[in-house]
């Protein structure tokens, strides 16, 4: 691997060189709680198998993982972000405020967002899109009227489910997560909904269906999805929003709502299952040759040790690019490709 990108600036290589060479030693990777795990075992097995100190991994959130990331060049600045969804033009233009603006976005697979809950509670949950919408939404049709969300018990939202009361833990509003279960859940579940449907277009619901009540039954649990699971295993009627990854290392003591009928698996995630979403890392390649060690993480993270079918990844629960998409982030990665700009 080249250790500099030729667009890299001079001054920006010797700003880095003054300080972060000589002040940080080891490669810092910060945000999505979701990418977090992924990237604590591929830090993992290169502290294992190189001479390299540990990188530093921080579970900052997608958001928080950008603010970080995007503040500068230098050793108070991470190497690399780590988020579940796509950079935003937001973000973007506050890497370039920053100076950050040779970044090389690496997809290193797929993940499905679920609903958990304790295998303590016996019923069999499976539940659409728009009862989802129905227990979590803000504002729901009551009696051919758009109006607050009146409903604080599952059974008010289907008859068919236990009278128990709705407590849904998940990300806050910092997190990629979040955005993609209000895209890909909330949103597209609020338009399934026949007064939705029936009067209103999708531009009205993307609008109107994406905030999460405040009420009680949904409860912001912060960045760290672990605390959800704990959460969930001390309560057997509370169910939890996190990354399929969370689901599958708990999976002895949690399960799965089923989605239309559908379970979250690595065969369904991307395919049938509906609330799939794309992994990323963002690459700061301005510390690319600088910051020691840098240059073996990345390639550590692209090995078929850790991204191939098998890999030590997809053990955790990550699901695989195919054999193309995997070679093409490769030769991407490699070569430190400049990321479009966003607008």
């Not at 080249?2 to 003054?18: C, G, H, N, Q």
């Not at 969804?85 to 603006?101: D, F, I, W």
Request: charged share 20%.
């Amino acid at each position: 691997m080249p250790s500099f990108k030729l667009t890299v600036s001079t001054l920006a290589i010797a700003a880095v060189s003054a300080t972060a060479a000589a002040a940080r030693d080891e490669v810092r990777r910060v945000g999505s709680s979701t990418v977090f795990p992924y990237t604590q075992a591929v830090a993992e097995s290169f502290a294992n198998n190189t001479e390299f100190p540990s990188p530093i991994v921080e579970s900052t959130g997608t958001g928080g993982g950008m603010q970080i990331f995007c503040g500068g060049i230098g050793e108070d600045y991470a190497d690399i972000t780590g988020a579940s969804r796509s950079m935003k033009p937001s973000e973007y233009a506050l890497c370039v405020e920053g100076g950050v603006t040779d970044i090389t976005e690496a997809r290193i697979g797929s993940d499905g967002l679920t609903i958990a809950i304790s295998r303590d509670n016996d019923f069999a949950w499976d539940m659409s899109l728009a009862e989802v919408y129905l227990g979590l939404g803000a504002m729901v049709p009551v009696d051919g009227e758009w109006a607050d969300n009146p409903y604080t018990s599952w059974d008010q939202v289907n008859p068919d489910f236990p009278a128990v009361e709705i407590e849904v833990l998940g990300p806050p509003p910092t997190s990629g997560t979040r955005d993609a279960f209000v895209e890909l859940a909330m949103v597209a579940g609020c338009m399934e909904l026949d007064y939705v449907a029936q009067n209103h277009d999708e531009d009205w619901a993307e609008e109107n269906c994406a905030r999460m009540r405040t009420d009680g039954p949904f409860i912001e649990a912060g960045e760290n999805d672990n605390l959800i699971v704990q959460r969930l295993q001390a309560n057997s009627n509370a169910m939890g929003i996190f990354g399929y990854s969370f689901l599958y290392e708990n999976q002895d003591t949690l399960k799965a709502v089923t989605i239309d009928g559908v379970e979250p698996t690595p065969e369904t995630i991307g395919d049938t299952y509906s609330i799939s979403r794309p992994l990323y890392f963002y690459i700061k390649n301005a510390h690319r040759g600088v910051i020691p060690g840098f240059e073996e993480f990345l390639t550590e993270y692209m090995s078929d040790d850790a991204l191939a079918p098998g890999g030590y990844l997809q053990e955790r629960g990550l699901v695989v690019l195919s054999d193309e998409a995997r070679e093409e982030l490769r030769e991407r990665v490699a070569n430190g490709v400049t990321m479009d700009p966003i607008k």
